[in-house]
Each structure stands twice: as structure tokens, then as C-alpha cells.
């Protein structure tokens, strides 16, 4: 049976106000035998309800979440998310991270969240901190405008070189954002070669994975990773 994966979505005020999706998403899961269902910000009884019936969650990217929520004053670079999205997106990690069944893949913003949502922090703008880096970053808000192409080196005590089986993957990114301080249970299992933390995951999970990379962006490449998700999700639902 295929399982059943829902995904956060992406909140605009418009006119008129829309819940959109980057059919690339969809289509990712959908390539790699899972059912994508879009899940729009929800009541808490309503979201319980519907986590007990999805076999893994999938995180998108997006805009940047507030620095408040890592108790710090706002960079001028930083562009807020819908203040209803990131609620929501808060409430709904906290609320999947409590069933350990779940597995959880976090894209771009979706693995800051998982940084943020355990405690962590993020380096508000790279370019900052890594001034004389040659790796193509994205400006800030470049996840509206374009993507960089450049190589992550993997480690190989980790869960994704599992998965790709190579220590340097090719990546599509636009984040201008990275992860600081790390959250509670989460390693950092790959980074760009100027050392920007490029993924995480949580240690005592089967599958929770963050990455700042776009895969959706380019499936063939990222194949092995939507379909070892897909495979989690499945396993989690026949058990």
C-alpha cells in the first residue's frame, strides 16, 4: 500500500490570500510511491487527527522564520514568512515530532525549522559570517529569484551518505540562511565546502533529516532520497 505523506504549505496574503504548493514537491513523492497530501494550517484537535492518519510529514521552503524564535534581534537580510505559516509549521513539527512512527524530510526553511523547533539557531545571513566565500549562497530572498548549483561533502557516518552513497553530492540551493547553533538531537551530516552546514539529522530517530538543498528541484539526482523517505514512510505504516 502506498503510504500516505503530508506536506506544510506556503501562505500568501495576496489579494487574493492563497495556500500554494510547488508542484515539484508533489511530484518528487509522487515519482517515489508515496501519496503527497497538502496540509493547510489546522485546528490543534484537527491536526491530531489528521497526523494519525499520514505515514510521514515533508517540510518545504520558504521565506525566513523570525529570529525572535531563537531570541534574537532581526537582520535587516531577513524577509518574515506569513505569521499564520509559521505558526502552524511550529505547531505541526512539535506535534509529528512527538510520534516516533513518523518519519520527517525537511527542505531548505523545513530543515531551519527542525533546527529552530529543537532549540537551535540559524546564522541569519551567510554572507555575513562567510564574507570572502567563493560557494555560491543565495542573496537573501533568493529562493524567489533563482538557484545556485554547487557541491556538499557528506559525512560518512550519517544516514544520507547511506542514501546517495557518495561523500560529495551536486546540489541545487537558494538559502541565504544556515543552521547556527544546533538543536537538541540533531548532527550536522554534510556542509558546503566553506563549511556552511548543508543537513542535519536527529540521532535517535530512524528518519528525521533536514537538508538546505532543493531536491525536488532535481530528482534524478535525489532520487535515492525521496525514495528511502517514500520506503520509511511505508515501513512505518505496516508496522
Not at 3 to 13: A, F, M, S
Not at 125 to 150: L, T, Y
Request: hydrophobic letters at 35%.
Amino acid at each position: 500500500m502506498k503510504p500516505i505523506i503530508g506536506i506544510n504549505v506556503d501562505l500568501r496574503v495576496g489579494p487574493p490570500p492563497e495556500a500554494s504548493l510547488q508542484i515539484p514537491y508533489l511530484e518528487a513523492i509522487h515519482k517515489s510511491g508515496g501519496i503527497p497530501v497538502m496540509i493547510p494550517p489546522l485546528s490543534d484537535e484537527d491536526l491530531r487527527h489528521v497526523l494519525s492518519r499520514i505515514d510521514g510529514l515533508m517540510f518545504i521552503g520558504g521565506a525566513d522564520y523570525s529570529p525572535k524564535r531563537y531570541c534574537e534581534e532581526q537582520d535587516e537580510t531577513v524577509k518574515l514568512i506569513d505569521e499564520r505559516r509559521e505558526g502552524f509549521d511550529f505547531l505541526l513539527l512539535d506535534e509529528a515530532l512527538k510520534e516516533s512512527r513518523l518519519p520527517i524530510l525537511g527542505i531548505c526553511l523545513g530543515c531551519q525549522l527542525l533546527n529552530i523547533g529543537l532549540g537551535g539557531s540559524l546564522l541569519q545571513d551567510i554572507k555575513k559570517h562567510f564574507p570572502e566565500s567563493q560557494v555560491p549562497h543565495a542573496s537573501p530572498n533568493g529562493w524567489e529569484v533563482g538557484f545556485n548549483n554547487h557541491d556538499v561533502v557528506v559525512q560518512k557516518d550519517s544516514k544520507i551518505y547511506q542514501i546517495y552513497k557518495k561523500d560529495r553530492i551536486g546540489v541545487s540551493t537558494s538559502h541565504h540562511q544556515a543552521v547556527n547553533r544546533l538543536g537538541k538531537g540533531l548532527k550536522i551530516v554534510a556542509h558546503s565546502d566553506d563549511g556552511v552546514p548543508e543537513a542535519v539529522e536527529l540521532t535517535d530517530r530512524k528518519f528525521v533529516i533536514g537538508v538546505q538543498w532543493h531536491p525536488e528541484r532535481d530528482y534524478e539526482t535525489n532520487k535515492p532520497l525521496f525514495d528511502e523517505f517514500v520506503a520509511a514512510c511505508r515501513n512505518g505504516h505496516q508496522n
